[in-house]
């Protein structure tokens, strides 16, 4: 860290900042320095400077800097330090000069703090003060300031009926904006997929956007997928007026007010710098900032731009609270590892809002997948098709779990598309399959699993199942067909379609994978969980209707969570750029405490080089300035209270994510060659055996017909010989770094070494997963006896025949209907229908209607939410979040209970709400009128005791 006084700081650092954010000290319309807060006349804009009242003898203080609006009135100030100096440490000094300005115009105006490294910002009438990564422009700052003197902040927050029409959304945005309004800038949204982040992100802008509070708002989404939703769906849909804009490249518009970009894209440019060297992005370039899919984004260096943009930030995540790193509830700045707003998949499925699976997971295996493949299990003619392409067949040997991966047996694939289609959820014809998707382990595999279906099932003519690919140009058309079309029915996919597709109609799900992360695995059954309401093409639906979606599992993967609920150890997720310099850094320590000076000077140089290659105008880089000007300073190397290789493993390593232009195949190479230079300073014979493989692999694949790789043949042969590794040393690993290592770009795909067998499988075991209890098995079958009973009277009973037709009933006939039911061995009287229906009220004529599938009763569970939703969309407004949550707790109570008094309110769960709860969080007529609602839906539906 160079340590430069107070002048020096100014001119070398914060000057340098201020103008890269269009703040030129030279332009006294934007920017003046040393100004005398006490001397000053802020009103009339005369603006004295320490040189015009140094010498009198009137009080004085001076701001270091005062920057101005484009009217040239002041907007804020900046307190330095010197570099060694806290920034911090100037607040109370900012304050003085912030009050003095105040006291003259009557308007606060903003606060700096900086110390050329770090930037403090303190919008005192707001928020709390907070460090930055570089100074807000003059647009920025006038912005902010109109919000403080428009905002329209009303504690009465009405969300819009237009945008979200669920309770629970409601109450989800409402928290969310009253988190805001307490001052906080950070918020995390887990909701199930399927019940609506998009919208209620779009209801939570809309509010803010009504306040005055944000104009600029910037959605980020990791997949393109994504960005198309939230931009067609949700900008479009519903910001029809507002100027908004599709973020698809280095291009920005900076006049609009709505954007929507994947993280991908707008890494490439917030960071960019335009001809006069001024950032194209500023920190305060947006108001409001969404994460879709928060979890993935904040990690590696995505974190950069979350860091540097200097806005309200709020996570949106499907994935399970109970999954959710806690790094990212500590980003968010969530207390006690919980989300700001939470809405789980168990509760939407509650509420009907998901489809539920959970009695409904067929797991299935074949022979071969059991007991692996073996030379016993091949024909003469297998054997005979094996020597033919070189195989031993004798050498045939491999575990279940290798199946598609070292060997394929292609009746595995068919077996697996004949279960399938015998046991699917049918469309309404009962003759085609439901909308599926197949998780399939590799591309090959997915065109084994297509060419299984065209081979058993000809007679669809090649439009049942699509496979679906990244590489194929049409990927994106073949999405819409199958969401939009009649065919295909079945998508089969590797990752495409794992995340981010939206198809309600999916009824079957097949995991003819293993997936090893929890997080993906709830992500693909999120391709099924949307409800039967989100269905658009009832002809593609069982009966016409989603009650729910099956799901196949080939791999035992619901076997594998159950055993393993925190999912496989996953090798390191730093990035590989930090992994190759921390071997670097391990071997110049080995070589160092050895004393072998010339290898050790030789690395040092290495590590250098490579911190030189970091992008110092990187936001992401300049936040560690202090520490990259220090490890590339020589006194690092002298200082004998700093272990140099500490302070660059901790401080610099991080960092290294961050090196642009990296090469996947190249790093990778580069990675397993510092490990072996490492392993031979360590005599690791272990290690060095370990790594001879890949990496001669790696080797073997580089084209000789490229003159580059030509050039090096010689070597490549080296590398690739016996002797070679039989004396490998610390040189020769280095060599293939410095010589070797940049070919990998131009290395082949790895071929695919798959063992392809033609011959039959089958489905040796079966399982049924049931992760829910079942309805009692006695209400079942009286159920079924009586509606079985009902369907033949129906081709019989001249009554029934009657209300089939939808003819008119007279006395007579209601009579003779009642002595062949009430009469019968089933002894059924209205009672008893009630106690079938769960509900009261009931009449025979409609229940037979229900049976013979002519009439639909809302279920209990409607009935219930319905009329509690209806209740808190439309009185929305004088409610909180906790209040709105409150009232849906009775209605989840209501429904298990099926009756709830004025005194129960005074129990758990209610009183879970803390010591204000019941009273005076509502009152008392609040709450009669909440029993009122229960009371009028258990006369309507329940069966009374009595």
């Known amino acids: 860290m160079i340590d430069l006084n107070e002048l020096e700081t100014r001119k070398q650092k914060i000057d340098v900042l201020l103008k890269e954010h269009g703040w030129d000290i030279s332009d006294r319309s934007k920017v003046v320095v040393e100004v005398d807060t006490k001397q000053s006349d802020f009103n009339k804009q005369v603006y004295k400077q320490v040189n015009e009242t140094r010498k009198n003898k009137s009080e004085s203080k001076y701001a270091d800097y005062l920057l101005l609006d484009d009217l040239g009135d002041p907007i804020a100030i900046i307190e330095a330090k010197r570099t060694s100096k806290d920034p911090v440490l100037g607040q109370k000094q900012a304050e003085e000069y912030a009050d003095d300005i105040k006291a003259q115009i009557g308007k606060d105006v903003f606060i700096f703090l900086s110390n050329g490294y770090q930037i403090w910002f303190w919008d005192r009438e707001r928020y709390p003060m907070r460090q930055i990564k570089g100074f807000h422009t003059q647009k920025d700052l006038q912005r902010f300031k109109f919000q403080i003197q428009n905002s329209k902040i009303d504690h009465d ?43 209620v992100a779009m209801a939570i802008i809309d509010q803010l956007i009504r306040e005055e509070r944000v104009q600029r708002v910037l959605f980020l989404t990791d997949r393109k997928g994504l960005r198309k939703q939230a931009y067609d769906k949700g900008f479009m849909k519903f910001f029809p007026d507002e100027s908004k804009e599709k973020i698809l490249s280095g291009n920005y518009d900076p ?123 091949l024909s003469p003619e297998e054997r005979e098709e094996l020597i033919k392409k070189g195989i031993d067949p004798d050498t045939i040997n491999f575990e279940g779990t290798e199946l598609e ?62 496979r679906i690919i990244s590489e194929d140009s049409r990927a994106s058309e073949l999405i819409e067909e199958f969401r939009d079309k009649d065919y295909p029915r079945i998508a089969i996919s590797v990752d495409m379609m794992d995340t981010g597709i939206d198809v309600p109609e999916i009824c079957n799900l097949v995991f003819a994978k293993p997936v090893f992360s929890k997080i993906k695995f709830w992500q693909m059954l999120g391709r099924g969980t949307r409800a039967d309401a989100a269905c658009e093409y009832r002809e593609w639906l ?68 490579d911190i030189k290659a970091l992008p110092m105008d990187s936001v992401s880089v300049k936040e560690h300035l202090q520490d990259v000007e220090k490890a590339l300073s020589p006194k690092l190397w002298d200082n004998v209270g700093l272990d140099p290789i500490d302070f660059l493993q901790k401080k610099i390593m991080h960092l290294m994510k961050f090196k ?82 940049p070919l990998m770009p131009y290395m082949a795909k790895e071929p695919r070494e798959t063992i392809v067998i033609d011959m039959g499988d089958t489905i040796e075991e079966r399982k049924e997963w049931i992760l829910n209890e079942e309805e009692a098995e006695y209400e079942t079958a009286y159920k079924e006896k009586v509606e079985n009973w009902i369907q033949e009277l129906a081709d019989t009973h001249p009554v029934i025949i009657k209300i089939k037709n939808d003819e008119p009933l007279t006395e007579n006939d209601l009579d003779e209907l009642e002595e062949t039911l009430y009469n019968s061995e089933l002894s059924l009287d209205i009672s008893k229908i009630n106690q079938i229906l769960q509900r ?99 006369e309507e539906i329940f069966v009374s005791e009595a």
């Open 157 to 199: 927050i009405e969300i819009s009926k237009d945008i979200v029409d669920r309770s629970k959304s409601v109450e989800v945005a409402k928290r969310i904006v009253e988190h805001i309004h307490k001052g906080h800038r950070k918020a995390l949204i887990v909701m199930a997929t399927g019940t609506g982040k998009t919208r």
């Open 255 to 377: 006049h609009k007010r709505l954007y929507v970009s994947t993280i991908q894209t707008f890494q490439e440019i917030y960071n960019q710098k335009g001809k006069n060297g001024q950032y194209i992005i500023s920190p305060g370039e947006f108001d409001l900032i969404f994460s879709d899919e928060a979890h993935r984004s904040i990690y590696s260096k995505w974190k950069g731009i979350f860091t540097y943009l200097d806005a309200i930030q709020i996570g949106l995540t499907a994935t399970p609270a109970d999954l959710v790193e806690r790094d990212t509830f500590r980003f968010f700045e969530c207390e006690d590892n919980a989300p700001t707003a939470l809405y789980s998949y168990d509760e939407a499925v509650r509420d009907g809002v998901l489809c539920d699976f959970r009695k409904n997971v067929a797991g299935a295996r074949t022979h071969f997948q059991i007991e692996g493949v073996k030379p016993d299990d």
């Open 405 to 466: 991966k070292k060997v394929a047996v292609k009746g595995t694939s068919e077996a697996i598309v004949r279960e399938f289609m015998e046991n699917c959820l049918p469309d309404q014809t009962g003759t085609l399959p439901a909308k599926t998707i197949f998780f399939a382990i590799s591309k090959l595999h997915a065109l084994r699993l297509w060419e299984a279906f065209e081979r058993l099932y000809p007679e669809y003519k090649g439009k049942l199942a699509k």
């Open 542 to 609: 069982p009966n016409g209707e989603k009650e729910y979606f099956k799901v196949f599992d080939f791999w035992n993967n619901f076997e594998y969570w159950q055993m393993n609920p925190k999912g496989a150890k996953n090798e390191s997720s730093e990035a590989i750029t930090n992994r190759i310099f921390l071997f670097r850094l391990k071997q110049l320590d080995e070589l160092m405490q050895r004393g072998n000076d010339d290898l050790a000077e030789d690395v040092k140089e290495t590590v250098i080089e």
């Open 660 to 741: 642009p232009g990296v090469n996947l195949n190249e790093a990778n190479f580069t990675l397993k060659c510092e490990k072996l230079a490492y392993a031979v300073l360590q005599n690791n014979q272990h290690e060095i055996e370990r790594l001879k493989k890949p990496i001669a692999k790696m080797v073997d694949q580089l084209p000789r017909t490229i003159d580059k790789v030509k050039d090096k043949e010689d070597l490549l042969d080296d590398v690739l010989a016996r002797s070679f590794w039989n004396g490998v040393d610390f040189e020769d690993a280095k060599k293939m770094v410095d010589e070797i290592a």
């Open 840 to 938: 009261n009220n009931s009449t025979l004529v409609d229940f037979i209607k229900h049976v013979l599938g002519l009439y639909e009763y809302p279920s209990p569970n409607h009935v219930i939410k319905d009329a509690f939703d209806t209740f808190i969309i439309e009185n929305n407004k004088q409610y909180s979040a906790d209040q709105l949550n409150f009232i849906r707790t009775l209605q989840t109570v209501f429904l298990r209970k099926q009756h709830v008094e004025f005194s129960n309110l005074w129990n758990a769960p209610f009183t879970n709400f803390g010591t204000n709860s019941p009273m005076p969080m509502f009152s008392k007529e609040e709450l009669n009128a909440f029993i009122h609602i229960c009371n009028e839906v258990e």
